[in-house]
Nanobody
Framework: QVQLVESGGGLVQAGGSLRLSCAAS????????MGWFRQAPGKEREFVGS????????YYADSVKGRFTISRDNAKNTVYLQMNKLKAEDTAVYYC?????????????????WGQGTQVTVSS
């Protein structure tokens, strides 16, 4: 089992920045691929970014490429999502997710464990 707790969400103006954190406990974090997803009201949960076990491999959704950066600190069992140049359309609940495998992945079905989510609201 893996327990995931997100933090860092909040209200920010368009053009601003936020950094989300996801603290993991349980299964060995060092062998776990991690991802961030988001879900806006009335929409399906969508992929944002993912990172492999050692941080060398990352993937991003086209909508956030160049603005968001995913990273991890295995010593702290934490994965981060740095969000810059935020837009109103980035408003959503952001979820952290963990795989049973070490690689990065982009599909929801590739992730076994999920956090409770943190709200990000961008005002225009």
């Amino acid at each position: 089992q893996v327990q995931l707790v997100e933090s860092g969400g909040g209200l920010v103006q368009a053009g601003g920045s936020l950094r989300l954190s996801c603290a993991a406990s349980g299964r060995s974090f060092r062998s776990t691929g991690m991802g961030w997803f988001r879900q806006a009201p009335g929409k399906e949960r969508e992929f944002v970014g993912s990172i492999n076990w050692n941080g060398v491999q990352t993937y991003y959704a086209d909508s956030v490429k160049g603005r968001f950066t995913i990273s991890r600190d295995n010593a702290k069992n934490t994965v981060y999502l740095q969000m810059n140049k935020l837009k109103a359309e980035d408003t959503a609940v952001y979820y952290c997710a963990a795989r049973l495998l070490a690689g990065a992945a982009v599909r929801k079905d590739d992730y076994k464990f999920w956090g409770q989510g943190t709200q990000v609201t961008v005002s225009s």
